[in-house]
């Protein structure tokens, strides 16, 4: 078995990690150095205050941009005496972490929190107990961290996980609405629409994300990436933007080019795995995967490729929702049209393709790469399609791209627009191999965009934010954004 192991909880022990040359030089002896006893992280009230105690509170977990609070118990004989006193801490991410980079971080007490970097200061009176508040900039990367103590001699004071923070306004996934949060972040079950846009039925399904050993398994799926394997502290440094992340999970959901989860099969045949329509929860998935040394899970189809995506999402702090598209186009070339195409025997030899309906995931956050006005909920399909820059994945991009036809825009427009807004065509190839226009239709696609509501069990349409109402204007602005696409690739 390969099991994933356990973050540790606090140890105090010596850390063996050096330090870039510039920090190398040790600390002038301090006037009065702590003899530290035992550190408390906190952990209880910590992961209280930063949304995370669904995880448990046997360990610190804490989100980027929020302050949380360690103790320092001293020996009896030393005394903490605040401007005599004299440590720094290191906070460290990966395998080899840099300050250049920012998986390394080393800094001394301040006066008060800093804003835009790693901070600790204390109101401590003289004493053998002191707290201290710690306090890091809503733009470093997420994941599990090493917190040391330095004042001449290293001394591990622990390990946490820090988060993506919806509650920080500074912090590219703020969310403004506490009951936006309370659904997209901390809720563990949700709907799933499938169906026809005659019939849509919705699912049951258990996300799961703060079930024991989801979050370790979810920071193992980004350590398994083919980036981190490449180079690790730049992967690491990656994992500050959530759109870097976004992709990362998009393409570990599938296991088409790496070892990620879920293998796609749509040909009725699973004797050899699950039939996909009998998961009903993430958590059986990603258990699966990870105690059989990241062996990929047979087998999955878009609405369940979308589910583990969301558990993944929610579980890093990313605000996310299973969307289902009916009528959902696929287009295999990069033309906005689907072309159904027949030989003369009226047997069918399309690549492309519209399928009942399709389901990928909408992530909520700031779209900094962009103009201005991108940023929100963007959508992002882990159900491997099409290739994205070498890749099996699909997005982020913003659902206003997609609605106005901004097709030049990151990542992946074209496909998503596509997806809900292609024209379909039917050809008829003839034994000369000329093509015959049979039909068509503008309007066969993209039809009753789900969501589950927010705080209630209700079908939410979400249409309107994805394409503009049907009719003639809209088929006249589709035709023209294809044909301008069209020209300038």
């Not at 971080?105 to 109101?123: C, H, I, P, Q, R």
């Not at 258990?206 to 193992?220: A, H, R």
């Not at 195409?341 to 047997?347: M, Q, T």
């Amino acid at each position: 078995m390969c099991a994933v192991v356990g973050i540790p909880g606090p140890e105090l022990g010596t850390s063996g990690v050096g330090y870039p040359a510039e920090l190398n030089a040790p600390l002038p002896a301090p006037l009065h150095s702590l003899d530290i006893e035992r550190c408390d992280l906190e952990s209880r009230i910590n992961n209280t205050t930063h949304h995370t105690d669904q995880n448990g509170i046997d360990r610190l977990i804490v989100r980027r941009g929020l302050p949380f609070t360690i103790t320092l118990h001293l020996r009896s004989g030393s005394q903490f005496e605040a401007g005599v006193s004299t440590f720094r801490l290191i906070v460290e991410i990966g395998p080899l972490p840099k300050e250049q980079s920012g998986t390394k971080s080393t800094f001394s007490l301040t006066d008060s929190a800093l804003k835009t970097a790693w901070s600790v200061s204390t109101n401590s009176p003289p004493g053998n107990v002191v707290s201290l508040s710690v306090s890091s900039p809503p733009d470093v990367p997420i994941g599990l961290y090493s917190l040391t103590l330095d004042q001449g001699q290293k001394v591990k004071l622990g390990e946490f996980v820090l988060l993506f923070n919806p509650w920080c306004a500074k912090d590219a996934v703020y969310m403004e609405e506490e009951r936006d949060r309370q659904e997209y972040v901390l809720s563990q079950a949700g709907l799933i629409y499938k169906g026809t846009t005659k019939r849509i039925k919705a699912s049951p399904w258990t996300f799961g994300q703060f079930e024991p050993g989801m979050l370790d398994i979810c920071l193992k799926l980004l350590d398994e990436n083919p980036k981190y394997s490449s180079d690790a502290d730049a992967d690491c440094s990656g994992r500050r933007n959530p759109v870097y992340v976004t992709r990362v999970i998009s393409a570990m959901i599938n296991s088409n080019d790496d070892k990620g989860v879920l293998v796609g099969n749509w040909s009725g045949d699973y004797d050899d795995g699950v039939r996909p329509s009998h998961w009903t929860d993430s958590v059986a998935i990603l258990h699966q995967w990870a105690d059989n040394c990241c062996q990929r899970v047979r087998y999955g189809q878009c609405w369940v490729f979308a589910a583990v995506a969301c558990t993944v999402s929610r579980a890093l702090g990313i605000p996310c929702r299973v969307v289902t598209n009916f009528g959902s186009a696929h287009d295999t070339n990069s033309n906005l049209l689907i072309e159904f195409l027949y030989d003369e025997d009226g047997n069918d030899i399309s690549d492309d393709s519209v399928w009942n309906f399709h389901v990928w995931v909408d992530n909520w956050m700031a779209r900094p790469d962009l103009d201005a006005g991108y940023d929100g909920w963007q959508a992002s399909d882990p159900t491997p399609q099409e290739k994205s820059e070498g890749v099996f994945c699909c997005g982020p991009v913003p659902l206003k791209a997609i609605k106005e036809g901004e097709l030049n825009l990151k990542y992946d427009a074209p496909f998503v627009f596509a997806e809900v807004n292609a024209d379909v065509v039917e050809y008829v190839k003839l034994t000369n191999g000329r093509m015959v226009k049979m039909g068509g239709s503008s309007i066969d696609v993209g039809h009753f965009i789900s969501t589950k509501a927010v705080g209630s069990d209700e079908r939410h349409d979400i249409t309107h934010l994805y394409k503009h109402p049907e009719g003639r204007s809209h088929v006249c602005r589709t035709h023209k954004i294809r044909l301008v696409f069209v020209n300038l690739g």
